[in-house]
T-cell receptor
């Protein structure tokens, strides 16, 4: 059973470009969470999704950021018009049920030049 | 809102020795979970140990154990017989209980280096 898969592992973008980060949850998991880790910081919650639904996006910036988890395919975190402050490691986690153990991927390191 | 504080940015220990990482938290909740996650250079977040607040018994996983002091809101991690592979960032984290909660609140981490 493969773990949570994130790609790409590293992503470099210039200011103003779009970044698309992908996350495939563990098999059988329908709950997906995105977290962001800024340098020298712990992970901070961004958004929680179930299949085709955003349940809680309270940690996500109101502008330029969006997330989806379609019926088929991976969850996508999309950042439009990236700025240098978006440079961070973005982690995806999944769980089979709420209030259950979260399994994390290895993250995508986004660097904005 | 909950906060998690790790007061030791860096620690080091000799191989085979024991080390304790500190964590304190602040919450008004009575039902919650506490976690220690390990993040090695590969960046993977690995769950080390989990403690339910309603359990008085301290959780243990092989060489890893916690000292959970609910009244003091303290949750330290003890690593016995340290190994080189234990070198990593260690994050303490909090999650509200109740069956409908999912947000982890993390501390800033402690970088542990195990020296040969």
């Amino acid at each position: 059973n493969a773990g949570v898969m994130q790609n790409p592992r590293h992503l470099v973008r210039r200011r103003g470009q779009e970044a698309r980060l992908r996350c495939s949850p563990m098999k059988g998991h329908s709950h997906v969470y995105w977290y962001r880790q800024l340098p020298e910081e712990g992970l901070k919650f961004m958004v929680y999704l179930q299949k085709e639904n955003i349940i809680d996006e309270s940690g996500m910036p109101k502008e330029r950021f969006s997330a989806e988890f379609p019926k088929e395919g991976p969850s996508i975190l999309r950042i439009q018009q990236v700025v240098r402050g978006d440079s961070a490691a973005y982690f995806c986690a999944s769980s089979a049920y709420l209030d259950e153990k979260l399994f994390f991927g290895s993250g995508t390191q986004l660097s904005v030049l | 809102a909950q906060t998690v504080t790790q007061s030791q940015p860096e620690m080091s220990v000799q191989e085979a020795e024991t080390v304790t990482l500190s964590c304190t938290y602040d919450t008004s909740e009575n039902n919650y979970y506490l976690f220690w996650y390990k993040q090695p250079p590969s960046r993977q977040m690995i769950l080390v140990i989990r403690q339910e607040a309603y359990k008085q018994q301290n959780a243990t996983e092989n060489r890893f154990s916690v000292n959970f002091q609910k009244a003091a809101k303290s949750f330290s991690l003890k690593i016995s017989d340290s190994q080189l592979g234990d070198t990593a960032m260690y994050f303490c984290a909090f999650m509200k209980g109740g069956g409908s909660n999912y947000k982890l609140t993390f501390g800033k981490g402690t970088l542990l280096t195990v020296n040969p």
